[in-house]
């Protein structure tokens, strides 16, 4: 019972705790600044915490979690996430005093679950922590109660995710049921039967009730629904945080639980990363709306990783790699969209003509964001898939890292789209310059990132591969 284990997610319980009781007690609730700053507070804590265990390889609490660098890579990208996210919705919580002190609460409480996600080693423990972040985030999408969209996200979300948890609860039966065993390490030792169809089906529930938390085709349903209708910061946090420990769950359980030797999981997983790519690609070519785009790439974007998971060993650095450069991109280009339409009042690519001249700003990091998202030189976004692609090719998933290449030229064309009504469409209206806020310093720092993950994406590359091999 190390209760130090344990450390970076109570930090954020009790900085959550903190915000939506004093705001409830205190005579007219805590002011914004407030609220930020113990949020900050909260993180900082979280993370001196996480860093004080990393590389200790350490489990408690008869073996359900572990503090590891695989676990201590995922925390400090969460951690990073949820902050930009929260600066980055600084002026939406000062326009909407009701229930802000809610949300940045849940905002916490759901970064405290995904990290638990990523250092759970035991499937029961996954699942609460998977279900405690989904009830979260679910609430979140639905923050604007008197706007029916939000609405509708709030309730297709916690839906669609009820439905995936029961698959996945089945998966975990299924495995329990063959060994006996809830631990990761466990099942796999125990994990030899006479047929491959029983834990063929138990992989494949697993991968369903994963899959619904990084959208993977066919469990993306929920995705440009909810992208859209949830308040853009809370689109923002699903499109980083909550895909990046999908995918820390993901790749602990298939590598830690699932011997290749007993089914063929990596043939599996390509499949889906093939059919990931190709449909979320497809269909953004015909949005919009900038955020249903957005969604669909993100989509697209979860193909691209599920290449890595399918290379297995050799493929779980240039993953974390990439999540770490996604983060940066995609929170350039939601924090981009979120000052973009509320300069403008309106998400419709359309009406994004001739920004460059009405704010040469904020086009510029939205463009940026799009051409990593697309893969150029020599931003982030190019580095990751190259890394991913080799990773495969070593794998010999040669037709795999063809679809990609294939699937990296024909997103080209929405993101460039956008660039263009960008650059070379008019545009008509004018947008008043604004002093500098919390949520364009957010901006700053994600677009910086960009250049400076790609500019360093050797030395970081080597971090992530380092965190991978501390799997056991």
Known sequence: MDLRLLG???????????????DAFIPGGLSRRAMLSVAALGIAISAWAAISLGG?????????????AFSLFFELLLLAGTLLVLLAAATLLE????????????VLLATAALMLLASA???ITIYLALETSSLSTAFLSAWNKKDL???????????????ASAVLLYGIALLYGLTGQTHLEGIRQLLEVPSKAPVLLAAAMLLAGFGFKISAVPFQMWTPDVYEGAPTPITAY???ASKAAGFAVLVRVLQTTLPDTQIDWPLLVAIVAALTMT?????????????????????????????????SRQGTGPVLFYLLGYTATNLGAFIAVIEIARRIGSEQMADFAGLYRRAPGLAFALAISLLSLAGLPPLVGFFGKLFLFWAAIQANLGWLVLIGVLNSAASLFYYAQVIHTMY?????????????????????????????LGIFSAPLLGLAITAAESLP
């Open 95 to 106: 326009a909407s005093p009701r229930y802000r002190a809610e949300s940045v609460g849940l």
């Open 424 to 452: 070379l469409l008019p545009g008509e209206g004018e947008v008043s310059p604004e002093a500098p806020n919390l949520s364009t310093g957010s901006l700053v720092v994600a677009v910086g990132g960009i250049f400076a």
């Open 279 to 311: 449909v979320g690609n497809l269909v953004a070519m015909a949005q919009s709306n900038i955020k249903r785009m957005l969604a669909y790439s993100s989509i697209a974007q979860a193909g691209y990783v599920l290449i890595g998971v399918a290379a």
């Open 149 to 163: 969209r939000s609405n509708e996200a709030g309730l297709k979300y916690f839906v669609l995710s009820a439905i």
């Open 8 to 22: 970076p997610e109570v930090a954020l319980a009790v900085a959550a705790s903190v915000i939506i009781l004093a």
């Open 238 to 240: 699903l499109s980083v």
């Open 56 to 68: 200790s390889s350490a489990s408690g609490f008869n073996g359900t979690i572990r503090a590891d």
């Open 121 to 123: 080693t035991e499937l």
